[in-house]
């Protein structure tokens, strides 16, 4: 099994893991020229992803799922909070209601979505496995929980919010609501929450560890690969970086 990253941020998330001969994208914030030319750039074409499994209805995850998969015909696994945000004319043939505790398969590729605290009407994210790896992946999370610890345990490969450090988003320009909306329950995860989130978990299998969805604005790479590395007692150069750019290139978990 292996993954890369289409790019990862408020402007946009799309993420591809790929078992056997099965692609599955995770989200699509793009607009369908983008994805198709970041899906290039990877060496994949749209009619090379078996299914889209979306997290929940914000526009950098939702926004450009719909054009995308009706242009090339891919159905969409979403929970049913989350389809009501889907546009009223996109056909029910496309669309796979899932339940946010229930595993299930697209191909070769099998896929655990799990219930997050988040702020939208029934957002999931996802552990994807081919029944031997495993690669748990948090791109917007208020808080951990136990469910998601649990979830995220025994992992080969995580990908993990990194929003912001909380002394910049403080000390930045955001309106207050806003500061306290990303900081809150049900906000998005700061350095210091997801790596003292990552270092509860069971983690002996654990190769690969990539920040994701960091802020621009209230955030620095670096900020987030020290945090990580602190917490694990690892090399930074071990904690890869999803930008919101370049995403991250193929790795085999
Ligand atoms: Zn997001
Ligand atoms: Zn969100």
Known sequence: MRFTCLGSGSAGNALVVESGRTRV???CGFGSTETRERLGRVGLRPSDIAGIVVTHEHDDH????????????IPVY???GTAQW?????????VRYINPHTAFSIGDVLIEPFPVPHDAREPVQYVFGDGNVRLGVVTDLGCSTHHVEQKLS???ALVVEC???????WGGSYPVGLK?????RFGHLDN?????????LERAQLRHVIAAHLSEQNNTPALAVTALANALGCEESWIGVADQRDGFAWRDV
């Open 25 to 27: 994208m995770m989200d």
């Open 154 to 156: 025994n992992c080969h």
């Open 78 to 80: 979403l929970t049913r």
């Open 163 to 169: 929003n912001h450090d909380l002394d910049m988003l």
């Open 86 to 94: 889907l546009p009223v004319e996109f056909p029910a043939v496309l």
């Open 62 to 73: 939702l926004g450009g799922v719909a054009r995308f998969a009706l242009k090339h015909a």
């Open 180 to 184: 306290n909306r990303i900081a809150g």
């Open 192 to 200: 210091a929450t997801a790596a003292a989130m990552v270092k509860n």
